[in-house]
Nanobody
Framework: QVQLVESGGGLVQPGGSLRLSCTASGRTFSTYGTGWFRQAPGKEREYVGSITRSGGITRYADSVKGRFTIFRVNAKNTAYLQMNSLKPEDTAVYYC?????????????????WGQGTQVTVSS
C-alpha cells in the first residue's frame, strides 16, 4: 500500500506560480512512477504530466508544456509539480497518483494509488 498526500494548493493570480507536493508513505516511493492529474467542475479528470520512478523521463500534456515542471526527490518520498504562468483555465482539483509501471502512463486506469487532491484556483 502507498498513501499519497498532496499539498500546496491555493488561490493565485493569473501569471503567478504554485508548487504542489505529493508525499508518499508506506511502500518505497522510488519504486513507483508518479503522475499528476486535474479535474475541473463538470469535467473529466485529465492528465497533466508524469515522471518515471527514477525521475529520468517526464511527459506533459500540451496544455501545460513549457509552464509546468514535474520533479521528484526520492530521498524525501516526494514528487513536485511546479506551476508557472498560471491561467484561469488551470483552476481545478489536482491529484497525484502512483503507478507500479516502469513506463510513462497517461491514463487514470494505469495508476494504483491516488491522493485526495488539492484545490488550485487561478483568479484575479
Amino acid at each position: 500500500q502507498v498513501q499519497l498526500v498532496e499539498s500546496g494548493g491555493g488561490l493565485v493570480q493569473p501569471g503567478g506560480s504554485l508548487r504542489l507536493s505529493c508525499t508518499a508513505s508506506g511502500r518505497t516511493f522510488s519504486t513507483y512512477g508518479t503522475g499528476w492529474f486535474r479535474q475541473a467542475p463538470g469535467k473529466e479528470r485529465e492528465y497533466v504530466g508524469s515522471i518515471t520512478r527514477s525521475g529520468g523521463i517526464t511527459r506533459y500534456a500540451d496544455s501545460v508544456k513549457g509552464r509546468f515542471t514535474i520533479f521528484r526527490v526520492n530521498a524525501k518520498n516526494t514528487a513536485y509539480l511546479q506551476m508557472n504562468s498560471l491561467k484561469p483555465e488551470d483552476t481545478a482539483v489536482y491529484y497525484c497518483a502512483a503507478t507500479s509501471r516502469t513506463d510513462i502512463v497517461i491514463v487514470t486506469t494505469g495508476y494504483n494509488y491516488w491522493g485526495q487532491g488539492t484545490q488550485v484556483t487561478v483568479s484575479s
